[in-house]
């Protein structure tokens, strides 16, 4: 099963129901991001800390 | 005042013109229905007009001001809703196929009633982007050259304030929502902190980033309607943000980007962010170059979430009704239901990495404000997906967010000010960011750069100047 398939049988366990085309579209978004956050992952290293509570703003330092 | 000048009037105007008695809300109301037949053809910035509903709420509001009483300080002011927010007795419809035929809202959402009770005059709903996820805004047209898109989401509010047909309007800003249709369409617009305004009633995008604000003609107009909006708590927590405290420029540390994504921007974005620079300069405030690299990653956090966020509100949808939802819209939130929960808390804990790296940003500065180009290009069309800035080939919606989503990840209060115009004669602006629930102090040094500014050429192209579109 190729990437692609992948995200259509994934999809399809959980009710959603695409073509391979629709699937790829998905597939290349998903890709898309999830190398986006690595990026980000490697640049900003977060790696080990817990995420701070509280609304956006409290997070901000206040 | 004649009729024929009542719609030229911003909020502050009109709030006093009622208040001295020299125009009663159903002139204001008569006004701004006389504005909209006028541009409203060519405009398409509403979804509904509530003809007999503003007309019932002005009477009550004629009777009140001829007797002394006024509900608060938008007594009579004519206000459009963007036709995300609910308002008792009309529909909400998302522009979205998801919510044709919806029956009427049964109560406000709570900033509609806020509106409401400071005496707002609700006029009708703004078109949104379908389901407030995306630049465009379709059909609205932009009033300073109707070949050309409002921006979006709230792009119906920024268009109908622009052309005159309302003195302000209500708009939601997720990654940029309310600022790039009010930098595109050349007028204010407010993205608050987030949670300073409730978002009960207010259909959501992605809720931990979905704020919501006002778009009027000034800084001052759009101040005085965010202090119409505010409830107790929020009141409580920026004090009154209208009228807005004076602020001597000369003490104030402004931080202008030295380089990465808020300084990648067409030449004339950024001569006229200079130009601002140099006044903001000249003004006496220091101007501090600074650097904040975490921004680079903002996008794929910023959509990473909206997909997720999006994906979970509308899951029903997608399960029983996708069809109903436009392709681009579909893909993204399609892949927000197939996103990992790891994925989605990478995504939250880097976006806590950058309201790390700005609030560092503004404690080693001492920073008052960040400032910085609302937006890297001025107007774009309808059908364009694409634009190359300095070299670049980005997507419309890449370029457009990526300088304005990083204040929702840290959601700070930011005010985006006009800044002149291209020499294709566009509208430009620039975002005063500032430190959560600053309010009051980032509007007044919006606008006492909105003072400083030479506006005339500015004003002289301004569709609210001109008879009709």
Redesign the interface.
Known sequence: VNDVEA?RL??LA???I?TTE?AQ??HD??A??????E???A??D?GG?E??SG???????? | VSAAALWQLGAVEAAAAVREGSATPSDLLAASLERIDAVEPELHAFVEVNRDGAARQAEELDCEAADGRFRGPLHGVPIAIKDIFDVEGLPTGCGSALYEGASPARVDAVVVERLRAAGALLVGKTVTHELACGVYSAPTRNPWDTSLTCGGSSGGSAAAVAAGAVTAATGSDTGGSIRIPASVCGIVGIKP???LLSRQGVAPLAW??DTVGPLARSVDDAALVLEGMLDAAGRARVGEVWPIPLLELAGTVVGVPADGILTQVEPSVAAAFVQACELLAAGGATIVPVSI??L??T???E??IV?AEAASYHEQA??QNDGAISDGIR??F??G???LAE?Y????????????A??RC??EHWLDALVAPTLPLAGYGHGDSAVSIDGVDEAIADATVRTTAPFN????PVVSVPAGLTDAGLPVAVQFVG???GEARLLSLARAYEELRDSRAFDERHPIHRSTL
């Open positions: 995200t994934l999809a959980r009710g959603l695409w629709e579209a998905v978004q998903l898309g991001i999830r190398a986006g956050l990026r980000a992952r640049t900003m977060v800390e995420p701070a609304s956006a703003p409290e997070r901000a330092g206040r | 902190t987030y949670d931990s980033l690299p975490e680079e990653e996008l794929p956090i959509f990473a997909m997608l399960r893909t993204l399609r892949a239901a197939l996103l994925d808390l990478l995504a939250q804990r880097l976006r806590a990495g950058i309201c790390r700005v609030e503004f404690s990840l840290t959601g700070s430190r959560a629930f």
